[in-house]
């Protein structure tokens, strides 16, 4: 049973983990699945081949024997569907643990990206500067709330699961706006995600991956 997953090429941001196949990655190698990756460039993820495995012309994929998935999210609860060690065996954590993915996808993502969008396709856009404040508090609200449920637990419910593993990831793409750094509770629940071997090996792979000479080496 062989696991392909599809990565950029060689990511924009230039192996700071920041795409979304780390977090498959990640999901990965916290059930200890071995896998290979295929990289992709931008032209060639609007064409007919990859299209035909993912609608909207993007990374990341995962393919496992005939079956063909999209949706980082989709996948990593895939993942943990399908191996122990990112959902609970007990019904009610298991369902749980479900909310939390969907919580760090549907509701705490959506603002960040918001931001993303705003400061790198909108800058030059007259109004951008009255609109970014706006967004950032809107990120500010989410994180207060994130942080209060939090406290000082170790993981969102109970043992570290695929929420956190999602949430995580989301939270990551945060550090370089520094908006993280007002919450140290989360700064603090972000480095416990990071110091998992889990979460290093996969790293380290999508580092090396993004910083190898082009076409060598990339399984
Ligand atoms: N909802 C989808 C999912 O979760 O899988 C979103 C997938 C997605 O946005 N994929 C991006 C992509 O393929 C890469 S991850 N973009 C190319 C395109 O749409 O043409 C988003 C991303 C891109 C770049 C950075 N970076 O350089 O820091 C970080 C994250």
């Known amino acids: 049973m062989t696991?392909?997953?599809t990565a950029f090429e060689r990511s924009p941001d230039g192996g700071m983990g920041l795409a979304r196949d780390t977090?498959?990655?990640?999901?990965?190698?916290?059930?200890g699945q071995s896998y290979a990756v295929r990289p992709v460039s931008f032209a060639a993820m609007k064409e007919r081949a990859h299209l035909?495995?993912?609608?909207?012309?993007q990374i990341p994929t995962y393919e496992e024997d005939g079956l063909q998935l999209f949706e980082s999210g989709a996948i990593v609860f895939h993942i943990a569907s399908h191996h122990p060690g990112l959902l609970p065996q007990d019904a009610g954590s298991r369902?749980?643990?479900?909310?939390?993915?969907?919580?760090a996808l549907n509701t705490v993502e959506p603002p960040i990206l918001e931001l993303v969008t705003a400061k790198f396709q909108?800058?030059?856009?007259?109004?951008?500067?009255?609109r970014l404040p706006l967004i950032v508090d809107r990120i500010r609200h989410r994180l207060a709330q994130l942080s209060a449920r939090l406290g000082d637990a170790e993981w969102l419910d109970g043992e570290f699961s695929a929420g956190d593993l999602l949430m995580v990831s989301?939270?990551?793409?945060?550090?370089?706006?520094?908006?993280l750094h007002e919450f140290p509770r989360l700064m603090a629940y972000v480095a416990r995600g990071e110091a998992r071997p889990a979460y290093k090996r996969a790293f380290a792979a999508q580092l090396a991956f993004n910083t190898a000479e082009a076409s060598a080496?990339?399984?």
């Open 52 to 57: 035909a495995i993912h609608p909207f012309g």
């Open 23 to 31: 977090r498959v990655r990640w999901a990965l190698e916290e059930t």
């Open 95 to 103: 369902a749980r643990a479900i909310t939390w993915v969907f919580a």
């Open 122 to 130: 909108e800058g030059n856009k007259p109004w951008s500067k009255e």
């Open 3 to 5: 696991v392909t997953i």
């Open 217 to 219: 080496g990339k399984t």
């Open 170 to 179: 989301v939270l990551l793409r945060l550090k370089p706006s520094g908006i």
